[in-house]
C-alpha cells in the first residue's frame, strides 16, 4: 500500500509540476498577445492621427484654392444673320420637300398616261 501511495503522490507531483508549467507558457502566451495588440493599437492609432491630418489638409486645400471658373454663354454679334439663314435653311427644306411632292404626282401623271397610251394604241 505505501508502494502505491508513493506511486500516487510523484503521479500527483508531476500533474501538479505539469499543469504550472501549462499555466507558465499560458501567461507567456497571453503576455504575448497582450503585447502585439498593445502594439496594433499603436498602429491604428497612428493610421487615424495621419487620416485626420490628411483631411484637414484637404480641408484647407479646398477653403483656399480659387474659385471654379464658371462658364457663361458667349453671344455671337451676329445672332440676326445666323437666325436668317437657320430660317433660310427651312425654307429650302420645304422647298425641296414640296418639289420631291410634285415630280412624285408628274411622274404618277406620266406613268398613268403612257400606260393609257399604250392600252389604247394597241
Known amino acids: 500500500m505505501s508502494q502505491q501511495l508513493e506511486f500516487f503522490a510523484a503521479k500527483s507531483w508531476l500533474f501538479l509540476e505539469m499543469?504550472?508549467?501549462l499555466e507558465e507558457t499560458k501567461a507567456a502566451e497571453i503576455a504575448k498577445?497582450?503585447?502585439t495588440l498593445h502594439e496594433m493599437q499603436l498602429e491604428v492609432?497612428?493610421?487615424n492621427s495621419l487620416l485626420i491630418k490628411e483631411r484637414e489638409a484637404a480641408r484647407k486645400?479646398?477653403?483656399e484654392?480659387?474659385?471654379?471658373?464658371?462658364?457663361?454663354?458667349?453671344?455671337?454679334?451676329?445672332?440676326?444673320?445666323?437666325?436668317?439663314?437657320a430660317a433660310e435653311v427651312?425654307?429650302?427644306?420645304?422647298g425641296i420637300g414640296s418639289k420631291i411632292i410634285y415630280l412624285c404626282r408628274l411622274t404618277s401623271i406620266f406613268l398613268i398616261k403612257g400606260c393609257c397610251n399604250f392600252l389604247f394604241q394597241a
Open 90 to 94: 427651312e425654307q429650302l427644306k420645304v
Open 61 to 63: 486645400a479646398i477653403e
Open 19 to 21: 499543469q504550472t508549467d
Open 45 to 47: 492609432d497612428e493610421a
Open 65 to 85: 484654392a480659387p474659385p471654379v471658373i464658371k462658364e457663361t454663354p458667349v453671344l455671337v454679334q451676329d445672332t440676326e444673320k445666323i437666325n436668317s439663314l
Open 33 to 35: 498577445m497582450q503585447d
